[in-house]
């Protein structure tokens, strides 16, 4: 992947990871004594691994200008593996979790062991780490083909990929060693903060720079997802995560909000990256990846107008639907509460968008699990909305709120609809990119949809049943007007829904296992043919220095 | 170039954009999805106009039905109040052994005193109340602190060696051998003593007898002459086969050597008067059913 890099790029490398590397023997030396230590040698560590890997290809000749006829994909190719092995870790640490919720012995008496670290490593490593690796590969492919636009330069979106696993890394090592900032999805300290920033706005301008560089007089829908992805959450990240640290050489920060007004800002944030990571982006797969494997043209232009600005307009305002019953006071809570009833439609203007695209293409459907997975997405994508917004009305949620109901609309959405369609979406991409005809096994892609959907079934009617137990048995009365159950009596009947959920995640976790297996395999084939499979598609010429 | 095409399928025009082989349909949004809007958005302007809803620099819409997230907690609360009152004005008015003597009042006590005991009790005493090595169990007739209504009462109120309460009991087992006042010959000799009044054969007679001595000398201040213990003390009789810490020789030997000070917990600021007289008549009422 070097060898596609020209000299002054190697160059440019080297001096990037140089300075990491000094930043990180920094930290290390200013942190001794704190957490901040150990993740100085961390970013030191990780820097002289991606300079030796680069200095490794520097000899390399270099790339001649036909590149510029070729939009540029090792990024993306980089991405896919990287996501998955992300999906690997989180959905592990993710079934450990769930066991450790069934037996809550299960720590070795060790603080990293512990329920309250190892939650965030779980939801971290799938959202930021799979999710995140996922969009942003996708997204550097769609940007491209869609504009008929090569990428306007080879750095950075290395620069990209590279800072921001480094940022899930900290992340996830931080939980461990007990770093965390205690906002849920935002965990990370205030230099994990600012790095992540830098990234975000490397990647905004490489997007836009690419977007004008466009062939093509229109932008298409999934682009505007993408975009909306990346500049909302830029946005979230900054506000929520403004903080100010103990001092330079402590890992340590506080908010600069306080009270009610932070957990409306944390919350404000939280849903916003349910909204703009889990959804927008996802959804900008969606609409490249679905109608190009089902070979249909979208069904509605219009619809998909109203659905992205209904959508980017409601669900700035619901974010108070987390904290209904809360020292925040009524009118704010109401206001989330009708606008995430109202958010449903576009929501189902999306979903419905999506599947009635497939009119006509159902066999397709029946025959390709590819193309099934897809379809399973959008019918979950619209499950798990319509369940949120029964969810954000208040009665509704004083029954919900602080229950596993809430877990299961969650894995209804991010398994049943952000997994789903990424796996739909690398097992039509892998041969693009790869340049083969096709995976390695179908059977596999097979197997790993079967599980994924019985993971998934699984998992959430284990949660739903649970949820509504739990919350019917906090709020039953005996005749004579107190509390009919303990809470150690929720418990105990919660217990064998943990189980059934811990065994489901077990089924969905070993889809990305098996799907991993198939890709490096089907990477394999296309050494062995050397890529004389078909091309994705006849690439439009691209002029040169275009 | 823009060349729209109709698609065979729908019957709709394309809109004549092409994205690297993605096309799009022209089809209009169907007439269910503006209706779908426009019911969500009645149903969002209805609230708004009934509810607080939106902010007003300071203050906000008050909403026309007057309702305020206090009026509504409140109502509840007010509502719970009614639905006990009969029989909580009961049980704070009658002693703990007429309450017991009442059926129907003890139906109630049951019901009730299982999940406050299960949220509050359980994770030290067990939710059988049988409690474990440092916590008593509740069940088997024998006390600390004396086995009758007022004396139980007085336990919940205050606790025991609990700091936060001024009126607390207090009790402590002193820690004769990390802190020199036993060698460890008389230690080991008055362990054996201490096994030998619930179980005679747990050692040799010399042992037992100088056991008896230290024993004589250094705990009977406590624990009495005969070691049946002292319920002003919280000193434990050591003459049954009831075990606090563990009658085992390895138990009672840490015990006497490093100490011990249980803590209980004083629930005077934690539960209402009325609460804390169900859990003692129920905590009674397991002792009676254990005999
Ligand atoms: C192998 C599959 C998975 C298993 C077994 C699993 C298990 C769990 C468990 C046990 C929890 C904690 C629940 C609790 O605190 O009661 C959790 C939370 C969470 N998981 Fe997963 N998970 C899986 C996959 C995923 C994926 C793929 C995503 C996202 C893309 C995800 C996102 C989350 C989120 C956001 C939470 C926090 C929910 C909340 O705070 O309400 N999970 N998961
Ligand atoms: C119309 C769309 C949606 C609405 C109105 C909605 C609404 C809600 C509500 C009311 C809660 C429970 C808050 C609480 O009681 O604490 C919730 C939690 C959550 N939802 Fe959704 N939801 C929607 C779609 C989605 C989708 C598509 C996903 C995932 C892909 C998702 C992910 C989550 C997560 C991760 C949480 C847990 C947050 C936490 O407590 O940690 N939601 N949502």
Known sequence: ?546 | MSVEKRDPHTGYLTTGHDWNGIEELNTPVPKVIYICLGLAFAFALIYWLLMPAFPLGLTYTKGLLGVSQHSLIDADLQQAQTDQQTVTSKIATLSVDEVRADAGLMHYVRATAVPIFGDNCAACHGIDAKGGPGYPNLTDNSWLWGGDADAVLETLRVGVNDEQHDDTRVSQMLAFGRDGMLDRNALLSVVTYVQSLSKPDAGTVEAIGAGREVFAANCASCHGEKGAGSIELGAPDLTDSVWLYGGDTQSVFNTVYNGRTGVMPSWEARLSDVDRKILATYVLSLGEAGQ
């Open chain 1, 1 to 546: 992947m070097i060898s596609g890099l020209t000299l002054g790029e190697r160059q440019t490398a080297v001096c990037l990871s140089l300075a990491l590397l000094v930043l990180g023997v920094i930290f290390a030396g200013a942190g001794q004594g704190d957490p901040l230590g150990v993740h100085g040698f961390i970013i030191a560590a990780y820097a002289v691994v991606v300079m030796g890997a680069v200095i490794t290809g520097y000899y390399a000749p270099a790339p001649g200008a036909d590149r510029l006829t070729q939009y540029y994909d090792d990024p993306t190719k980089f991405g896919i593996i990287v996501a998955m092995l992300w999906a690997i870790f989180g959905m592990f640490v993710g079934d450990w979790v769930a066991w450790l919720l069934a037996y809550p012995d299960m720590t070795f008496d060790a603080a990293w062991a512990s329920f309250g670290r190892l939650r965030p490593v779980h939801t971290t490593g799938v959202i930021f780490g799979f999710g995140g690796n996922a969009l942003i590969a996708t997204s550097y492919h769609v940007v491209q083909r869609t504009s008929r636009a090569r990428l306007p330069d080879q750095l950075s979106p290395w620069v990209v990929l590279i800072g921001y696993n480094l940022f899930c890394l900290l992340a996830v090592s931080g939980y461990l060693i007990g770093i965390t900032q205690s906002k849920e999805y935002a965990e990370p300290e205030w230099y994990a903060d600012i790095l992540l920033v830098i990234v975000w706005v490397t990647y905004f301008l490489l997007y836009i720079r690419t977007l004008a560089r466009r062939q093509e007089p229109h932008i298409y829908v999934a682009n505007w997802y993408y975009m909306a992805f990346i500049l909302v959450v830029a946005v979230l990240h900054i506000v929520n995560n403004l903080a100010v640290p103990v001092s330079l050489t402590e890992a340590k920060s506080y908010s600069l909000f306080a009270g009610v007004q932070d957990a409306m800002t944390q919350w404000w944030y939280g849903h916003n990256a349910v909204a703009f990571f889990l959804t927008a982006g996802f959804l900008g797969m969606m609409y490249y990846y679905l109608p190009k494997r089902a070979g249909r043209p979208i069904y509605s232009y219009r619809m998909s107008i109203v659905g992205f600005w209904g959508i980017t307009f409601f669900y700035m305002w619901a974010g108070s639907h987390h904290l209904h019953y809360t020292a925040l006071p009524l009118w704010v809570q109401n206001l989330g509460m009708t606008f995430s009833v109202m958010l449903l439609v576009p929501s189902w203007i999306a979903a419905g968008n999506a599947l009635m695209t497939l009119n006509g293409a159902w066999t397709r459907v029946r025959d390709d699990a590819t193309l099934r997975f897809m379809a399973m997405a959008a019918v979950f994508y619209g499950l798990s909305t319509f369940e949120g917004s029964f969810m954000a009305i208040r009665p509704v949620n004083s029954l919900s709120h602080y229950t596993d109901w809430t877990i299961g609309h969650v894995h209804a959405g991010t398994l049943g609809w952000v997994s789903m369609i990424v796996f739909g979406t690398f097992y039509s991409l892998v041969p693009w990119m790869w340049k083969v005809e096709r995976m390695y096994s179908r059977k596999l892609v097979e197997w790993h949809f079967w599980l994924a959907m019985a993971g998934t079934l699984i998992y959430v009617f284990a949660m739903w049943n649970s949820g509504i137990i739990q919350g019917l048995m906090w709020r039953t009365y005996n005749d004579g007007g107190t509390l009919a159950y303990s809470f150690v009596d929720s418990l105990v009947a919660m217990h064998p829904y943990y189980i059934a959920r811990a065994v489901g995640g077990f089924l969905f976790f070993l889809g990305p296992v098996i799907g991993l297996y198939n890709i490096l395999m089907t990477i394999r084939l296309s050494r062995e043919t050397a890529g004389t499979g078909i091309a994705e598609m006849p690439v439009v010429a691209l002029k040169a220095g275009e």
